[in-house]
């Protein structure tokens, strides 16, 4: 029952995340509320007891955020208004 329990409130705060990462303006809060959204969905994994897939989503995870932050870092960056 306490698992239940906290894979559902680990759940809602994954979907509050990714509306979040859907609706900032600036790119570079987008890029680190997904990286949240992978360690959310790490911590789903591994309170359903499977950590194979829980450390493949992080490193998944890692690389991903890796990579927007040095394609932001190429770019220039407009700061909102």
Known sequence: MESLILIA???IIM???SILALSVKDILVSVI???AFSLFAVL???AL???DVAFTEAI???IATTF???ALRQIRRKEPQ
């Open 49 to 51: 007891d499977s950590p």
């Open 15 to 17: 979907i509050a995340t």
């Open 9 to 11: 409130v680990l759940l």
């Open 44 to 46: 789903i994994y591994l």
């Open 33 to 35: 509320l997904f990286s």
């Open 68 to 70: 927007f932050m040095v």
């Open 60 to 62: 998944i995870g890692i």
